[in-house]
């Protein structure tokens, strides 16, 4: 057993994003697809430490604690950089991707039903290999599996739960690069004149503040605030009737101070915030490829691959054909269907790297980054818990 230490740990991550950053530069397929970086480099890393246990006998133990926080400071970060102006710009756009995530909803939970009962497994499979671990991530998938362990006594619902979600969280973020880069080709798209016209303007804002110290510091401030405020009103509201997640309080206490503070003075730079974002998300989605144990996922594969594979097939076409038709149509629309395969399929996290790819290579999409955290860290949740009680209550689901 060879036990990283957590600076160790860090270190092994922050090499795997190098040489990830490395390979999508260098690799055309990588670049054209606008693959994230950590799933590029994480999974590479995967693949060598399951070939090392394998061939080797040596098992690789990474310190993962500081993964959740890098996750809450991301979000912190989402919140300190959104302007509520923008929100209410991208108003149409939020309301649109309601109105195509309630039916998909449906309608993952209906393809994983029709393939477990086609597969001959209990019903409540159907909803493990939907929108339990794959739209709801691996806290959805651990909660319902715990359940359906204790109460339907279904064998080896933990460690299925868990493959299913991690092996989304890798389709998600595979897939959202090839159709949003296909959806932009295909129509001619490129970054709004709005935008373009705002950016002389943002460069001049950017210029005037330049980062320095004081800078990072202010932020870094600014987001252990978030942090520490979003923890305490999610430990007040953790025995409500709907449990929201401790991210979507950061998110929500660092819209508050992004939009609230210039009125009492309190300014930050919004390019030093989104640097401080970015490289928490890498090092989250880094560590999390980092821990996929691929030899599980080859042990439980057959059954639960092929309902993978159907489901990341139907999120694909329903993100291109459904949701880029109902967002306008555009490029903030293209951007949009490319985070929608990261979160129909793996977490909102996935979803801001896919449009980091593509706006990187294309030019901004600013109500992208408003519209898709608002809506994959809050209201797909609850969304999800009211269409997946739904389909439990169903007698030929959860009643067997």
Not at 19 to 31: A, D, M, W
Not at 176 to 192: M, Q
Not at 211 to 226: E, G, K, N, Q, Y
Request: glycine fraction near 10%; include cysteine; hydrophobic fraction near 55%.
């Amino acid at each position: 057993m060879m036990s990283l230490s957590a600076v160790q740990s860090l270190l092994a991550c922050c090499l795997v994003l190098v040489v990830g950053r490395v390979l999508t530069t260098r690799v055309s397929l990588l670049e054209r697809y606008s693959i994230p970086v950590p799933i590029v480099g994480g999974l590479l890393f995967s693949v060598l430490a399951t070939m090392l246990a394998a061939w080797g006998n040596v098992q690789v133990a990474l310190e993962t604690t500081i993964r959740p926080t890098l996750l809450l400071i991301f979000f912190g970060c989402v919140g300190l950089t959104a302007n509520l102006k923008l929100l209410a710009r991208g108003g149409p756009r939020l309301i649109g991707l309601l109105l195509v995530l309630v039916p998909y909803l449906i309608l993952q939970n209906a393809v994983g039903l029709g393939l477990a009962w086609l597969l001959d497994l209990h019903p409540l499979m159907g909803l493990i290999g939907g929108s339990i671990t794959l739209l709801g991530g691996h806290g959805t998938g651990a909660a319902y599996a715990a359940r359906f362990a204790d109460i339907n006594n279904i064998q080896d619902v933990m460690a299925l739960a868990m493959t299913a979600s991690t092996i989304g969280l890798v389709l998600g973020g595979v897939l959202g690069g090839p159709v949003g880069e296909w959806l932009i080709k295909r129509n001619t798209l490129a970054a709004g004149a709005r935008t373009r016209n705002a950016q002389p303007q943002q460069a001049a804002e950017v210029a005037a503040e330049a980062p320095d110290t004081t800078a990072f510091i202010t932020s870094l401030t600014a987001v252990f605030v978030t942090l520490v405020a979003g923890s305490y009103l999610a430990g007040l509201v953790e025995n409500a009737p709907i449990s929201l997640p401790n991210f979507l309080w950061c998110l929500a206490t660092g819209i508050l101070i992004r939009n609230l503070g210039p009125k009492v003075g309190f300014h930050l730079n919004d390019r030093v915030t989104d640097i401080v974002g970015s490289i928490a998300l890498s090092l989250f989605l880094g560590l999390t490829m980092m821990t996929m144990d691929l030899s599980s996922v080859i042990s439980l594969a057959g059954p639960l691959a092929l309902m993978l594979a159907v489901q990341a097939l139907v999120c694909a076409l329903y993100s291109a054909w459904v949701v880029f038709r109902v967002l306008k149509r555009d490029y903030e629309g293209a951007v949009i269907s490319a985070a929608f395969c990261g979160f129909g399929l793996g977490a909102t996290a996935t979803a801001i790297a896919n449009m980091q790819a593509l706006t990187r290579r294309h030019g901004p999409a600013p109500e992208a980054f408003i519209v898709v955290p608002v809506t994959g860290a809050f209201l797909v949740d609850i969304l999800n818990v009211i269409v997946l009680t739904s389909f439990i209550a169903l007698p030929f689901v959860g009643g067997m």
